[in-house]
């Protein structure tokens, strides 16, 4: 019943913009005056723009500082006469402690193989505080002068001997068995670290062949990039889909994969090739798993060479 008031309100809000607002700024407002520590707050983004001019809303990955992002819920493109309408409502939360929070999404615009930022007028929430500071004369401190007399007993010549002993033996065993510890305990990270992907990542899956969104293929590419950005050390959760294929030497999973999601995201065609979909979410997988393979055998071999 929420979401469907929520939509009324929102296609009600876009549907009496200015007819003229496709050479205007983007239409971005917060859907309430005031907002406690992290509690979730809507931010609603419109943009009237011709039907052949291709866009971008941004997400999970866009900077919403002061705000952390939820999630989202895009509303699908309306056109009218000339004119196309694309809007999207985002969840966010601040824990910033402004009084007064603005924020400013733009809107991303493709040209030419480059994207423009088309920013909407800036917008502020007001911070609702629920603590408030009390005089200090208002304070009454208690004193207590009752002393309790102690009297220490312990023998430091022997803790030092004692721990002398220990040390000795801690740096024994480390200079015998430390190297292989260390890359014991890697190993173990990888393959920790390396489960609970595949497991977040399978869920991905699941749902999206049960409810197939675009909310799902983001957040299991933003998944897919963070592991391999923790499991090669390289800032690839930054890179473009170019970048990312240049990265990896072109290869075919990679290469195949992106431009599969990139053209269910960025070309609307998710219902008409959700097969092809599911396609790109499994070579994901696979070139995931290759990855761990050849990084745990490479740790290995680092181990076994020196």
């Known amino acids: ?62 900077s919403y500082a002061p705000f952390e992002f939820v999630s989202k819920t895009y509303y699908p493109t309306r056109t009218r006469g000339n004119i196309s309408t694309d809007s999207v409502i985002y969840t966010l939360r601040t824990f910033d402690l402004g009084k007064v929070q603005r924020l400013q999404i733009p809107v991303l615009i493709l040209q030419n193989g ?5 920013k909407p007028a800036p917008d502020s929430i007001f911070l609702q505080e629920l603590v408030t500071l009390l005089p200090s004369d208002s ?33 024994g065993v480390w200079g015998i068995f430390g190297r292989r510890i260390i890359i014991n305990f890697n190993l173990y990270k990888l393959k920790n670290d390396h489960n609970a992907f595949v497991s977040r990542y399978n869920t991905h899956i699941e749902r999206f062949n049960r409810v197939q969104s675009l909310e799902n293929i983001e957040k299991a590419i933003t998944l897919w990039k963070n592991y391999l950005t923790r499991l090669e050390g390289s800032a690839i959760n930054s890179f473009t889909t170019k970048e990312i294929a240049q990265f990896y030497g072109e290869d075919e999973d990679v290469t195949t994969a992106l431009k599969l999601f990139d053209k269910a995201i960025y070309g609307n065609m998710l219902s008409d090739e959700s097969s092809e979909t599911i396609v790109a979410f499994y070579l994901l997988h696979h070139f995931a798993d290759r990855r761990y393979e050849f990084i745990k055998n490479q740790t290995r071999y680092v181990a076994v060479a020196r």
Do not use: W
């Not at 809000?13 to 309430?32: C, W």
């Not at 009297?151 to 220990?166: D, E, M, Q, R, S």
């Open 139 to 171: 304070l009454m401190l208690k004193a207590n002068t009752q002393l309790i007399p102690v009297n220490p007993h312990f023998n430091y010549p022997y803790a030092f001997v004692a721990l002398g002993v220990i040390l000795l033996l801690a740096l």
């Open 114 to 118: 480059t994207t423009q930022p088309l």
């Open 1 to 62: 019943m929420f979401k469907k008031i929520q939509l009324f309100f929102f296609f009600l809000l876009t549907s009496i913009l200015p007819v003229n607002s496709a050479v205007d700024l983007p239409v971005g407002n917060f859907l309430q005056d005031s907002v406690k520590i992290g509690q979730p707050v809507r931010y609603m983004l419109c943009y009237k723009h011709v039907p052949n001019q291709e866009i971008i809303l941004p997400d999970s990955t866009f």
